[in-house]
């Protein structure tokens, strides 16, 4: 038996799935030779006994303590550590620079021509605000233009660490402009639109260094600044598209974060006042920007709400609530901007493929909370939450060559569909998406995503396979200090993992 597993070899990555072929009659003539020859190899003969079938060795001795005992087994276990691989916890042991002018050109070269052009599905001045809103201002600005060089070097240290220094500097310079800009008193137009850019930068910075929790502290700075802003709403027009940008961005974050953890109050609210502004054109047309429409974004959200309110008031939502978002979502119809003439493309099949996410999140919103006794409310089908992950799945499978040329991914769809995969098949096609994901070394937050899911998916075979625990999962340290309860399997799995904040945009 291995020391660190309960009678199963703890893979390595490469390793998670085994193949078990089937049975070679020729070999198993070949095997009763070395039988009698007592050269018989048990296990090989064992496996050829078996059918085809993918089985999933990845649940080790600390899984199992996690399950029982609601934490990981002290601070040092190797298994559950607190991410530490963040860039700028390094920072402070890491002398800086005055410059690295060697790599700013390379820098910049690289936000304009390969991070700006992927940015959106549709690359122009209506629908593309990172090249004709952000650069020019990032040219004018110290802070912003450190900021953009901070997300250009942190994206090219995901495939050359030779760019983490760079990174670490530029994003500490950005940051400090920021400060230096938040002791002012007063601030004029340009000022709060350069705070607010800087805001948004950061933001992604943390979000790309794998999901560094900090980015929903940033997010909720960003939503004081946006008050303020709105309080002050600007005069040029320059300044009003940026003001549409950075509700949206804010609105887009805030209500895929929602449907992950819990938000604190205070942030979420600002959701019910956002979130049926500054739509560009009609609601039902997909923001390339996004990957769907912002009529999807609406129900998403009024579904997060049917869920937190339930959590709040320990009872279940209410049915006829429930039913009419069902009717909702089945009945949505988005569709592609103009500048898409043709509508068989990824464009339509990532807004479908978060449509099908947003009715998952209404079948969890209805099922029991994690470690709950309770029945939840079986008013949908359950059988179709399975559909609807291999409706995902295929979407993606489909149209993956294309999704993966921009940073519209849908995460969040195949996120959902990974954690709500109930058979070995669905998990290994979710498993060899998120590699090809990570292949392409150009998202932070793909890895923490995919070990959340692999996380929810050993919980879940434990949970299966218990019979002495009467199907009650322990809090973790974290859950227990705060008093709040899982409402998700993934929030649970976050937790373990050390109080993670996944932004799956």
């Given amino acids: 038996m291995e020391s660190d597993s309960f009678g199963m070899k703890n893979p390595s990555p490469e390793a998670f799935v085994m193949d078990v072929q089937k049975q070679d009659p020729e070999r198993d003539e070949d095997d009763t030779h070395r039988q009698k020859g007592g050269q018989l ?20 001795a600390s899984d199992i303590h996690v399950y029982y005992y609601g934490s990981a087994q002290g601070t040092t276990s190797p298994h559950y550590p607190r991410r530490t691989t963040c ?17 700013d050109p390379t820098l910049m070269t690289y936000f304009e021509h390969t991070i700006c052009s992927s940015s959106t599905l549709v690359d122009n001045a209506h629908y593309n ?10 040219l004018e600005s110290e802070g912003l233009y450190h900021a953009t060089l901070a997300i250009a070097a942190n994206t090219l240290r995901l495939s050359n660490s030779r760019y983490r220094l760079p990174a670490l500097e530029h994003h500490n310079h950005a940051l400090t402009y920021l400060r230096m800009l938040l002791t002012r008193e007063r601030w004029d137009e340009k000022e709060l639109d350069e705070m607010l850019g800087l805001v948004l930068m950061l933001c992604w910075f943390d979000i790309s260094d794998y999901s560094r929790p900090s980015w929903v502290t940033h997010l909720s700075g960003f939503q004081d600044l946006i008050n303020t802003r709105r309080e002050r709403p600007g005069r040029s027009i320059h300044s009003q598209e940026l003001a549409s940008f950075f509700n949206r961005y804010f609105m887009f ?13 205070s942030t979420s609210t600002s959701s019910k006042t956002f979130v049926s502004e500054n739509v560009l054109g009609s609601p039902h047309v997909i923001d390339p920007y ?10 998403i959200h009024r579904t997060t709400e049917l869920a937190w309110t339930e959590t709040e008031t320990k009872s279940n939502p209410d049915p006829q609530d429930v039913l009419r978002l069902r009717e909702e979502l089945e009945n949505l119809e988005q569709s592609v901007p103009a500048e898409f003439m043709d509508p068989d493309t990824e464009c339509m099949a990532i807004a479908e493929a978060n449509r099908l996410g947003a009715l998952i999140l209404l079948h969890e919103t209805c099922s029991p909370r994690p470690g709950s006794k309770g029945q939840g409310l079986p008013i949908l089908d359950s059988r179709a939450k399975d559909t609807y992950v291999d409706l995902i799945l295929g979407l993606i499978i489909s149209k ?35 590699e090809e994901l990570e292949g392409i070394r150009r998202f932070g ?15 879940k075979d434990l949970s299966a396979q218990d019979e002495r625990k009467g199907k009650q999962a322990l809090s973790t340290s974290e859950e227990r200090e705060t008093g709040h309860e899982p409402r998700f399997p993934w929030e649970h799995a976050m937790s373990i993992l050390g109080g993670w904040k996944l932004s799956l945009t």
């Fill in 87 to 103: 860039l700028v916890r390094g920072l402070s042991s890491i002398p800086v620079h005055n410059q690295r002018l060697e790599y």
């Fill in 129 to 138: 605000p990172y090249r004709y809103l952000i650069l020019p201002m990032a």
């Fill in 290 to 299: 996004m990957g769907f429409s912002h009529s999807l974004l609406s129900l």
């Fill in 445 to 459: 937050n793909i890895t923490p995503a995919m070990e959340v899911v692999q996380m929810v998916w050993r919980q």
């Fill in 400 to 434: 993956k060559a294309n999704m993966m040329r921009t940073a519209v991914l849908p995460l969040w769809p195949l996120f959902l569909a990974g954690c709500c995969s109930s058979t070995e098949d669905q998990r290994l096609a979710v498993l060899q998406i998120f």
């Fill in 41 to 60: 190899k048990g296990r090989n003969g064992l496996l050829r006994q078996r059918n085809r079938r993918w089985m999933f060795l990845n649940t080790t």
């Fill in 253 to 265: 974050h805030l209500v895929l974060a929602r449907t992950a953890f819990r938000v604190d109050n």
